[in-house]
C-alpha cells in the first residue's frame, strides 16, 4: 500500500517553533511538508501556488496575522491555529480552523489535531473522487 501524505504549510514567524514543530510533525508521520513561511504576505503567496492539504498557521505574524492570510487565501486547505495567546482560540473557532493549537506546541495535542485534520482530509479524497 502506498502510503498518501498529507502535503503541509507551516507558517510561523519564530524559529525555533518551526524546529519544534517540524520534529513534532516527523514523529507523527502523516504530513509532507511542503514549505515553510515566515510572514503573512508570503503565506497567501504560498498557499494559493502550492496548494497546500493543511495549512499549520500562527496568529501572530509580520506583515499580515494569520486571520489576515485566511481571508485572503483563494486555495482552502484545513487550517490548524497555532497561538501563545490564548485571546485568539475563540477567534480561531470561529473560523475555518479545524482546532487551536496552544504555544508551545505539545506532540499530544498536535497528534490529535493532524488526526482530526487526516479524517477531514480522507472525506475531501473521497467526495472529489466521486
Do not use: N
Request: proline share 4%; charged share 25%; glycine share 4%.
Amino acid at each position: 500500500m502506498i502510503a498518501i501524505l498529507i502535503r503541509t504549510v507551516i507558517v510561523e514567524d519564530d524559529l525555533l517553533a518551526v524546529r519544534r514543530l517540524e520534529r513534532l510533525l516527523g514523529l507523527i508521520g502523516v504530513t509532507e511538508l511542503i514549505s515553510v513561511v515566515y510572514d503573512g504576505l508570503a503565506a497567501v503567496a504560498v498557499v494559493d501556488r502550492l496548494k497546500p492539504d493543511l495549512l499549520l498557521l500562527d496568529i501572530d505574524l509580520p506583515k499580515l496575522s494569520g486571520l489576515e492570510v485566511l481571508a485572503r487565501i483563494t486555495h482552502r486547505p484545513l487550517v490548524v491555529i497555532a497561538s501563545a495567546h490564548s485571546e485568539f482560540r475563540a477567534i480561531a473557532r470561529s473560523s475555518e480552523a479545524i482546532a487551536f493549537l496552544d504555544k508551545p506546541i505539545e506532540l499530544e495535542p498536535l497528534r490529535r489535531a493532524i488526526e482530526d485534520v487526516r479524517l477531514k482530509w480522507l472525506q475531501r479524497c473521497a467526495a472529489s473522487a466521486t
